[in-house]
């Protein structure tokens, strides 16, 4: 793993708790319910999975 993909996956992680610690906040300002906050975080985890899956077929098909 290179120096650039390091930095570019923890960008995305970095992001990733930005979107939730974002959530959590909703929550507890009670603009969001836990069931809201629930699917959104689902939300999260399915796109990472599915970018995970996408740049495995990438590596594949290249």
Known sequence: MTWA???QRFREVVQEFA???AIAR???AKT?????AAEAINRIGNDRH???EQKDFDLVTD
Do not use: G, N, S
Not at 32 to 36: G, N, P, R, V
């Open 5 to 7: 993909t390091r930095w």
């Open 19 to 21: 979107e939730v610690f």
């Open 26 to 28: 909703a929550v507890e």
């Open 32 to 36: 969001l319910t836990a069931e809201q």
């Open 50 to 52: 599915a970018d995970a």
